[in-house]
Nanobody, 117 residues
Framework: QVQLVESGGGLVQPGGSLRLSCAVS????????MGWYRQTPGKQRELVAR???????NYAESVKGRFTISTDNAKNTVYLQMNSLKPEDTAVYYCNARIYLLGGDSWGQGTQVTVSS
């Protein structure tokens, strides 16, 4: 089991930026992949960005070129840099740790991101 604590959410105007952080309770180099997901009311949780321990990344089409996922192994922290934010990016963002290739998921409590003028 891994404990994940997100921070950095808030209210931002369209076109603005935010950086989300996820503090991980164990050494992230031993975790298969770390990811950020988001969810809005009435919709399924969707993958935003993911990074594997081999530094392979993938992004949702809607955020490519605007969001960047990264890790700081020394701090056991995962980041999501979000630029050029749009109102449709408004959601609760969740940090995910997939311990193994085929499972072992842990989730954070979520952080609200609201993009509005």
């Amino acid at each position: 089991q891994v404990q994940l604590v997100e921070s950095g959410g808030g209210l931002v105007q369209p076109g603005g930026s935010l950086r989300l952080s996820c503090a991980v309770s164990r050494n992230i180099v031993n975790i298969y992949a770390m990811g950020w997901y988001r969810q809005t009311p009435g919709k399924q949780r969707e993958l935003v960005a993911r990074i594997t321990r081999a530094d392979s990344t993938n992004y949702a089409e809607s955020v490519k070129g605007r969001f960047t996922i990264s890790t700081d192994n020394a701090k056991n922290t995962v980041y999501l840099q979000m630029n050029s934010l749009k109102p449709e990016d408004t959601a609760v963002y969740y940090c995910n740790a997939r311990i193994y290739l085929l499972g072992g998921d842990s989730w954070g409590q979520g952080t609200q991101v609201t993009v509005s003028s």
